[in-house]
């Protein structure tokens, strides 16, 4: 929940996508984080091209032209083993705070991190999900306790509590979804992946 988008953070999430994926085409990327449904969250088409060109310059990815009869040449990417390297070191890099998308591509990887790497950023960002709820409270209880409050008009103190409560709902959905990651990665199973 806390803190913004991250620099870097389209570029580690086409590395994840490709880590967990032989080989993909930027079609095939954009059509994943298409919209209204996105995977991760919504990647505009122009944004991807630009960053995987960035990513083969810097020899995170590599790709391979394909020839194809009666429509255009495609390009595929796969990440190397440096990209790998790079998007492990990142999910892993001590943060104080997450973000709403790192944890996201943390559960993603789950296979490249292993269980108590998942597990442990999971229970950080629950943690961190019940500390912003607790605050969230605190401002409520501030506002209803102020003495410029009107609290004779109730509709716009009710409007304000529907603003909290659609915080608080939010902080209780991320709430239970760690807990089932926690078990979900508590559950896996570790298949071993074959080096590129």
Do not use: F
């Not at 580690?12 to 996105?38: F, H, K, Q, W």
């Not at 991807?48 to 495609?74: C, F, M």
């Not at 990417?77 to 790079?86: A, K, L, N």
Request: charge should be positive; proline fraction near 3%; include cysteine.
């Amino acid at each position: 929940m806390a803190g913004r988008r991250v620099s870097g953070t389209l570029e580690m999430l086409l590395l994840s996508l490709l880590a967990n994926r032989d080989s993909l085409s930027g079609y095939e990327i954009t059509a994943i984080l298409a919209e209204p449904v996105s995977l991760m969250w919504p990647v505009k088409h122009s944004q991807i091209y630009p960053a995987l060109s960035t990513l083969e310059e810097r020899g995170d990815i590599t790709g391979t032209w394909i020839v194809q009869s009666g429509r255009p040449n495609k390009k595929t990417y796969e990440i190397s083993q440096s990209g790998v390297e790079r998007l492990h070191t990142w999910l892993l890099e001590p943060r104080s705070t997450l973000t709403q998308d790192e944890i996201k591509l943390i559960a993603y990887n789950l296979e490249l991190l292993g269980r108590s790497a998942v597990t442990h950023a999971l229970t950080a960002y629950r943690d961190q999900c019940m500390q912003e709820k607790l605050k969230l409270e605190e401002r409520w209880l501030g506002v209803w306790k102020s003495p410029w409050a009107d609290h004779s008009d109730r509709a716009r103190m009710m409007g304000i509590r529907s603003v909290y409560e659609h915080a608080l709902a939010i902080r209780d959905a991320q709430i239970i979804w760690c807990g089932e990651g926690i078990s979900r990665a508590q559950a896996a199973v570790k298949r071993t992946r074959q080096k590129r």
